[in-house]
């Protein structure tokens, strides 16, 4: 059974950093793409961006480019979301999703975590 | 960067009842690469229809979608109370994949 299990909530202030992980399991982790979603208090979802965990490839959507990091550990099955100085902007939900991706980029997610809460507060 | 638009925003409707979403795309989706997802309260989002038309694996055959070019639907033919839920449709026929504001399905 493919399964993706995300790292628990956290609360944190601004300007701290954060780091947050999706474990992947029933499948060859290294071989599929892994894509980050953000979800905002009560809007929808947004593709922040996508890592191929066999070369570490990494593409970030336009609007989250310089904002955080996306990376993967293939020997732990495990991919990251991080920060280095969170604003309170960055209060979200955040999910990872293993994708279907096709030669010309084009991506979905097929199997998705549970989800992981951020929270910046001062 | 394609702008996916989503109509109605909610739709209430009784169990059992016929529930028609429409997603329409600023630019004609490639390939017909049009996915819809299921997210309920506190859920991730799960995938139900890919490629426009194909029902991702155990999704119910309640569940159907159609369309190409720039329109698609999703269709759920009898409603079941657990499918009252916010469905999102999402393109990813040009890079970055864009999703669709979401259209409620309440129960009325």
């Known amino acids: 059974e493919v399964q993706l299990v995300q790292s628990g909530a956290e609360v944190k202030k601004p300007g701290e950093s954060l780091k947050i992980s999706c474990k992947g399991s029933?499948?060859?982790?290294?071989?599929?793409?892994i894509g980050w979603v953000r979800q905002m208090p009560g809007k929808g979802l947004e593709w922040m961006g996508i890592?191929?965990?066999?070369?570490?490839?990494?593409r970030y959507s336009p609007s989250f480019q310089g904002q955080v990091a996306i990376s993967a550990d293939k020997s732990i099955s495990t991919a990251y979301l991080q920060w280095s100085s969170l604003q309170a902007s960055d209060t979200a939900m955040y999910y990872c999703?293993?994708?279907?991706?096709?030669?010309?980029?084009?991506?979905?997610?097929?199997?998705w975590g549970q989800g992981t809460l951020v929270t910046v507060s001062s | 960067e394609i702008v996916l638009t989503q109509s109605p925003g909610t739709l209430s409707l009784s169990p059992g009842e016929r529930a028609t979403l429409t997603c329409r795309a600023s630019?004609?989706?490639?390939?017909?690469?049009l996915a819809w997802y299921q997210q309920k309260p506190g859920q991730a989002p799960r995938l139900l229809i890919y490629?426009?038309?194909s029902r991702a694996t155990g999704i119910s055959d309640r569940f159907s979608g159609s369309g190409s070019g720039t329109d698609f639907t999703l269709t759920i033919s009898r409603l079941e109370p657990e499918d009252f839920a916010v469905y999102y449709c999402?393109?990813?026929?040009?890079?970055?994949?864009?999703f669709g504001q979401g259209t409620k399905v309440e129960i009325k």
């Open positions: 999703a293993r994708l279907r991706h096709y030669d010309s980029g084009a991506y979905f997610g097929d199997y």
């Open positions: 029933g499948y060859s982790f290294a071989s599929y793409w």
């Open positions: 890592i191929y965990p066999g070369d570490s490839d990494t």
């Open positions: 630019q004609s989706v490639s390939s017909s690469y």
């Open positions: 490629g426009a038309s």
């Open positions: 999402q393109q990813y026929g040009r890079s970055p994949g864009t």
